[in-house]
């Protein structure tokens, strides 16, 4: 399965996207569930924790997560927080 976050992604965002997910998620089984970053421009530490929410998800159902084109400031967000383990 994929997803593929929006271009903005702050917190008035995060949970809406959640939501929008939520059928998809559900239906996610024991597999891969990859997230798309390329389009990923604005964010704050709220795309931070949905990233880390999906992956508790994928994680609960047996699969795992795999980030692509994660941008820069993403990554360094997550070195900040010592969270730099959800891209392995």
Known sequence: MELSLPPT???????AQLTQWETQ??????QTLAVDCSALQHFDSAALALVLELARRARARGGSLQLR???????DLAAVYGLERIWH
């Open 69 to 75: 084109a994660v941008p820069k400031r993403l990554h």
């Open 25 to 30: 998620l559900a239906n996610l089984g024991a």
């Open 9 to 15: 992604l702050t917190h008035a965002q995060a949970t």
